[in-house]
């Protein structure tokens, strides 16, 4: 018997959408910590799905807005200040 393996963890840096409109699918992009790219390919509609949770969490749960990600490593959280304004500012 094989004992239960545990779940891989990043720390993700960046994550962002993407819709491929010519393949109907969508993929989250995701940068970890590490400098690992990954990508996660969705169900077509799971970006709808993923909007509505945001929002359900949002409402729930309205204190994870001022929660802070704690970094050892000054030029990591630069880096990801950084990295979020340019999301941000995007749009």
Known sequence: M????????????????????????????????????IAVVCARDSIFAIQRHIE?????????STWQTEMNVDSRRAEDQRSYEAAVSEG
């Open 56 to 64: 359900q969490m949002g409402r729930e749960c309205p204190e994870i």
């Open 2 to 37: 094989n004992p239960p393996t545990k779940p891989l963890r990043y720390l993700a840096t960046s994550m962002e959408l993407a819709a491929y409109l010519d393949g109907r699918y969508v993929e989250m992009h995701i940068r970890t910590d590490t400098g690992q790219n």
